[in-house]
């Protein structure tokens, strides 16, 4: 039980997907412009990391390892698909703001990511649970960034104007090069409070150069 | 043998300091400031003076929070304050002022490590920042001389305009026109620049290429007339000899200097031509400190003995 806890409340701060782990770059930026768009886009991603994660893992003794990454997307495409239809049908506003971003979730490397270094290789319990903790931290980090950019950039919160702050506005926060700002002004202020994880708790299933590196950098310190 | 001692180089020290440096460049833009006074009315001290107290401030308390040296003497975030001031308008409201002056200090010289570790000049991009945030408030020039602030366009855009009317060459010489606080006394910008010239801060190459750029290419575009009031109008003087000299992001060798130089003339010249914005000196002056460190790499000098 302890361990499940654990897993759920990785994704949280210690591997936030966002601010620590860096992945789904794109969608952070694009949508936390506002904070109602930032916590639907979280919401969706998450529902679909939870499906997915259980469907893969279901599936991973079946799945052949040669062809894996193009059956977890189809797996992904077709979640995406269903929480796409969901939202035209019953949320069209909400469907309307996200546009093309909602679509991209197919290639959101956080899904994959978490197909790809938890699910192929845990129990089905345990990679819902990854995959709710993965998809809540996703959520809360865009929600921290819309915040910043939505109160400090146009002033308001959540579309209501808040009295004060919206006569001193920087409306640079909101266009892309003060998502940026943020961006990184977060991933400096959570890497500065929590502590990184390491080489070998991280291991190099998710690592970019583990294909140059073959698991030599871990070597280093020793 | 006691007597004879080693140490490491350097052996022949300079009486230049930072310091010493930074109050000749601040000496150099009283004439300016005062200018700007006279030209625009008392609010413009309160700008200059909200922006080198906020730069001044954020400097220390950055240095105190990152527990490094407090280098607040040097007079670095001083001038930088002074600089940014003199780009800005004088209408502009003073929050939005002393939050350049933050962004200026912090993140463009702060975070990058300090005085002469930054690769791009604090009150350029901090400038550039403001534009592109509140381009409303930045953009509103105010008339000469006026004492209730009425609003009015820049030489450079009646330039663009067409039809607008221009002040008269020898305004535009004096100062009297729209436009950032210090930038538009010429002859206070001069003295200013020929006193750091003859005090060694800065060498000529810069300013003469950069002015010199701008000047032939007007000529060409549209003739003798129009030239001058390229010349003269806008940032150019102020950014040609006191932001396109900045030690740390310009480049160190003569030849780099003339290639910065052109560089920045080209890019202006093309901004006011072409561009959607009427200025282009401080879009110029960033872009070329971007690529100083390949120019400085061009134009490295062949030690003697050593293989070309």
């Known amino acids: 039980m302890k361990n499940n806890l654990r897993v759920l ?17 794109c969608p952070t930026l694009a949508t936390t412009t506002s904070v109602v768009s930032a916590l639907a886009m979280g919401l969706a991603a998450a529902a679909v990391l939870v499906c997915s994660n259980a469907a893969i893992s279901l599936l991973r ?22 929480v796409q239809m969901l939202m035209e049908a019953y949320l069209p506003s909400l469907y309307e703001m996200l546009g093309v971003y909602l679509a991209l979730i197919v290639v959101n490397c956080i899904v994959l990511g978490r197909a790809e270094m938890f699910a192929s290789k845990n129990t089905v319990g345990a ?16 929600l921290c960034m819309a915040i910043v950019r939505e109160v400090f950039g146009a002033g308001s919160f959540a579309g209501m104007e808040i009295p004060f702050i919206s006569d001193y506005t920087v409306p640079i926060l909101v266009s892309p090069p003060g998502g940026f700002f943020v961006f990184g002004v977060l991933i400096a202020l959570v890497s500065a409070l929590g502590k990184k994880p390491s080489k070998e708790e991280f291991g190099c299933e998710g690592c970019p150069n583990a294909s140059l590196c073959k698991g030599e950098c871990g070597k280093e310190k020793a | 043998m006691e007597k004879l001692k080693i140490s490491s180089s350097p052996h022949i020290l300079s009486k230049k300091t930072v310091s010493g440096i930074m ?14 006074i006279l030209i625009f009315g008392y609010r413009s001290a309160l700008v200059i003076g909200v922006c080198v107290t906020f730069a001044v401030l954020s400097e220390f308390l950055f240095q105190k929070i990152i527990k490094t040296k407090v280098l607040v003497g040097d007079l670095s975030a001083c001038v930088t304050g002074l600089l940014l001031a003199l780009n800005l308008p004088v209408s502009i409201p003073l929050w939005q002022a002393a939050l350049g002056s933050v962004f200026a200090i912090v993140v463009v010289k702060g975070l990058f490590g300090g005085i002469g570790k930054n690769f791009a000049n604090p009150a350029i991009t901090a400038r550039i920042m403001m534009l592109i945030a509140f381009t409303g408030t930045m953009t509103a020039f105010t008339a000469p001389l006026s004492p209730d602030l009425t609003s009015t366009a820049t030489p450079l855009e009646a330039l663009k305009a067409m039809g607008t009317e221009l002040p008269s060459l020898k305004d535009m010489f004096l100062g009297i026109r729209g436009g950032s606080l210090g930038e538009t006394c010429a002859p206070a910008l001069l003295i200013g620049g020929i006193y750091l010239i003859f005090r060694g801060i800065i060498s000529w190459t810069t300013p003469v290429c950069y002015i010199g750029t701008v000047f032939v ?43 910065f130089g052109v560089g920045c003339g080209i890019i202006t010249s093309a901004i006011r031509f072409y561009g959607s914005y009427p200025e282009g000196v401080s879009f110029s002056i960033l872009l070329m400190n971007i690529i100083t460190p390949y120019i400085d790499k061009w134009t490295r000098p062949t030690p003697i003995g050593g293989n070309k």
């Open chain 2, 217 to 259: 290419l007007s000529l060409i575009y549209g003739g003798m007339d129009f030239a001058l009031y390229q010349v003269l109008a806008g940032g150019l003087i102020l950014g040609a000899f006191f932001m396109a000299t900045d030690y740390s992001t310009t480049p160190t060798r003569p030849w780099g200097k003339v290639i």
């Open chain 1, 61 to 82: 003794k079946i799945i052949p390892d040669k062809v894996r990454i193009p059956a977890y997307i189809v797996i992904i495409a077709g979640f995406v698909t269903v």
């Open chain 1, 9 to 25: 409340l990785n994704g949280f701060v210690k591997e936030n997907p966002v601010f620590v782990l860096l992945l789904g770059t």
């Open chain 2, 23 to 36: 109050l000749d460049v601040i000496i150099a833009l009283l004439p300016a400031a005062i200018a700007s």
């Open chain 1, 127 to 142: 990679s819902i649970l990854d995959g709710a903790g993965m998809g809540l931290g996703f959520t809360l980090a865009l």
